[in-house]
């Protein structure tokens, strides 16, 4: 089955630090820059960051930036984003997807993981 599964999420203390996962099966994500997205109900889908084919950061939302990093391994076919110094405002299911943008068609969306930034 061809499709990107994000995994990591959870419940953490503000503060604390998760490592969200994007695995690809079914096709090869080294060709393909990723994106990961978060969208908080009744808010707008935001972009968080996003990572070159070439493995070069291309941006960071000012929002996490000096706290997240992305980075992939092709050889797993996966790409991390890592989580760290968690603000509750970080609530919000996280997405990633074959495109930097997430406008119009994209090839690949994950089905997202939950993080919830809570004491």
């Known amino acids: 089955q061809v499709q990107l599964v994000e995994s990591g999420g959870g419940l953490v203390q503000p503060g604390g630090s998760l490592r969200l996962s994007c695995a690809a099966s079914?096709?090869?994500?080294?060709?393909?820059?990723i994106g990961w997205f978060r969208q908080d109900p009744g808010k707008e889908r935001e972009g968080v960051s996003c990572i070159s084919s070439s493995d070069g950061v291309i941006y960071y939302a000012d929002s996490v930036k000096g706290r997240f990093t992305i980075y992939r391994d092709n050889a797993k076919n996966t790409v991390y984003l890592q989580m760290n110094s968690l603000k509750p405002e970080d609530t919000a299911v996280y997405y990633c997807?074959?495109?930097?943008?997430?406008?119009?068609?994209?090839?690949?969306w994950g089905q997202g993981t939950q993080v919830t930034v809570s004491t």
């Open positions: 079914g096709f090869s994500l080294e060709y393909y820059a």
């Open positions: 997807a074959t495109d930097c943008n997430g406008l119009g068609y994209v090839d690949y």
